[in-house]
């Protein structure tokens, strides 16, 4: 314990030290870099294949859940959309230096208010490599230095991608040791990395709820909580029911393994009869197990849901269903259980669609779309460093912004305050 206590220690102090001179690295500086690491991720692929296929190999033998191993597996078509996530972050506007406030005051001071770079942060998160190259390049486009720890199932994968990126890093202007990894696998180093309140600034954990749960409960440096999505569709009286179908199938099939998937699928008392069985048909024909409440399986023939169906973020081919009296029923059981991520109403009728986004208290609230497109990707901000649920600092996808805080500059000219 001692000595990895000191291991990460050391790691996270390199960290620091690199992101004092991270914050004053031009942004041509950052993005030639940053160009140069998306190139070498395309250009040393067949390493980073060869390591991670051995990996889903192992994974496979102990039997992990397949929504577990999708999120492992990479090929050259995800090699190639990290690269390109890279690539559209470099294209994005420089956070770093951004007035977004200023004033002169009646004794001739003037204050601006500017956005900084956090310093050092630290990344939690289970088994996904994209996660890896996102999360050091919205880092470094930010002015961040960062201290990364994956899951162990992807260990050796996310530890080619970072040396890949560091070599690409050092060669282009960036200290390589704004990019640490922590490669030790016994689960007290992430309670080592959530200690360090004077070398971390900030720690988002990216994962279960489990995973979550243990970042906050042992952490010391303030936390931005993300991912857990228990996402509902309600699907109202007037709908149109073709694209209540298609939408409802494309949020709970697209990619199911995924926090913004839909996990619970309300429907109107009134339109039960008709629309479940059609529902239901779709999403079995996409190898969907359907668990429903007592109402449901009297319409069609399902497994029975239990108390905890409603609050589960199941991250697998499974949804459970209930049928509501109405659109107030519909918010009391989001509001109850849902995990304020991303929550969807299909109706046509406008006063119940302003009821909805008004009165559900989630990060991204829909209204005739799918859940799928709470992402930082879908929302123009390039790639995300994750979804945020909670309320202070930052909510929803976090682009670039999200990853910094403000600096206030006051500049005078020999006032003194009586």
């Not at 996660?131 to 992807?154: F, H, P, Q, Y």
């Not at 023939?301 to 459970?320: G, R, V």
């Amino acid at each position: 314990m001692l000595f990895m206590k000191e291991h990460v220690t050391k790691q996270a102090r390199r960290a620091k030290e690199a992101s004092r001179q991270l914050a004053c690295v031009s942004i041509e500086v950052r993005n030639t870099a940053l160009l140069a690491m998306a190139d070498a991720l395309e250009a040393r692929q067949e390493e980073i294949l060869e390591i991670n296929a051995k990996e889903v190999a192992a994974a496979k033998e102990k039997n992990t859940r397949r929504n577990m191993i999708d999120r492992l597996i990479l090929t050259p078509q995800r090699i190639k959309g990290m690269a390109d996530g890279i690539r559209q972050v470099v294209t994005l506007e420089d956070p770093i230096g951004k007035l977004d406030f200023e004033v002169v005051r009646p004794n001739g001071l003037k204050i601006r208010r500017v956005r900084v770079p956090f310093g050092v942060i630290g990344i939690i998160y289970e088994a996904r490599p994209n996660v890896t190259a996102d999360a050091i390049a919205l880092c470094i486009k930010s002015g961040n230095a960062c201290v990364l720890r994956g899951g162990s199932e992807a260990v050796r994968t996310n530890k080619k991608i970072v040396d890949i990126m560091k070599d690409a890093a050092a060669a282009n202007g960036i200290p390589s040791t704004a990019i640490e990894f922590i490669g030790i696998l016994d689960r007290d180093a992430v309670v080592v990395m959530c200690r360090l309140r004077k070398l971390i600034d900030v720690i988002i954990p990216r994962g279960g709820a489990g995973l979550i749960s243990r970042v906050i409960e042992h952490s010391t440096v303030p936390v931005i909580e993300t991912g857990t999505g228990v996402c509902h569709t309600f699907v109202d009286k007037t709908a149109d029911q073709d694209m209540a179908i298609k939408i409802c199938v494309n949020a709970k099939t697209s990619r199911p393994s995924v926090c913004n998937a839909m996990e619970t699928l309300l429907i109107h008392k009134d339109i039960a009869e008709e629309f479940l069985p059609k529902v239901a048909a779709a999403l079995i024909e996409k190898n969907v197990e359907l668990r429903g409440d007592e109402a449901c399986r009297k319409i069609f023939d399902m497994n029975a849901a239990n108390d905890d169906d409603w609050a589960t973020e199941y991250n697998d081919l499974i949804l459970s269903v209930k049928i509501v009296d109405d659109v107030d029923a519909a918010i009391e059981h989001i509001n109850k259980y849902s995990s304020e991520h991303s929550d969807a109403i299909i109706t046509r009728d406008a006063d119940n669609a302003a009821k909805f986004e008004q009165r559900i208290d989630s990060a991204a609230v829909y209204v005739n779309t799918s859940t799928r497109f709470t992402d930082g990707f879908e929302f123009g901000f390039g790639a995300e460093i994750g979804i945020s649920t909670q309320k202070l600092h930052a909510r929803g996808p976090m682009g670039l912004e999200a990853l910094t805080t403000m600096k206030y500059l006051i500049d005078g000219d020999g006032q003194v305050r009586g």
